[in-house]
């Protein structure tokens, strides 16, 4: 089983819309996916479920053995694809993540996940917070959205130090290009400096997934955003299947054809 983040220490980057259009992109390419909400503000969990929001968990009871995490997922509007939401309360859950690293009992917790899913996906918050150091320690990959600006570009820099001390020069990590304008003259300077870097750009079609409450590949699926995320996708599943981590799907066509 994978385990990947979607993580940038700046807020507003883009985080949580890399994190739904990636699950929505793993079931629909087959994988089991669970979308873990580490953000308070539950944007996610509203997107993601038909009708009203579900109850955020108890990270509290998490910690002290109360309430398992397995009870707590629930099943979102599309098939294959579960959902962890967030505790309204980030310390909370920024207590549980650490106490539960401390005491090695976050690998145990992911074992165990693996039973029912091929992929999780964590939509962490924004900061530099011990427990998103604890994750970027953890996860198998670390997507960082990057907004090509001074502040969001220093953002990503401190990730890939901190990651490089931890986990050595070459981390487990995508830097993706997010909200680009390509009219502006500092969004082209950034991409001419990172040529290799993924590009999502800023766009309609990503603007209305709050009033559709839809991944964009969903209701906008031949869309240059449906393309990106597309893209997105079969790069992190290349890296994902490369390390060994994630097993590759066969469709049923494929294996009667095997």
Known sequence: MAVIATYNSKGGVGKTTFAINLAWEAVQNGYRTLLWELDEQGDSSWMMVNGHQIAPTNAVNFSMGIANVRQQIRLSKFPKLSLLAGDANIRATENFLVSFAKQQRLSKLFSELEEEFDLIILDCPPGFSEANRRIMQFAHLVIVPVVPSPLAMRGF?????????????????LPVFSMVDRRRK??????????????????SDIERMTDKKLPVGAFASKSKS???????????????LKMLVLRKIVAPKQMENA
């Open 157 to 173: 820099y401190k990730i890939r130090d901190y990651m490089r001390l931890k986990r050595g020069h070459h981390p487990p990590m």
């Open 186 to 203: 500092m969004h082209k300077l950034a991409m001419e400096e990172h040529p290799n870097w993924p590009v999502v750009s800023i766009a």
């Open 226 to 240: 449906g393309g990106a995320f597309r893209e997105l996708w079969r790069g992190v599943e290349h890296k994902l």
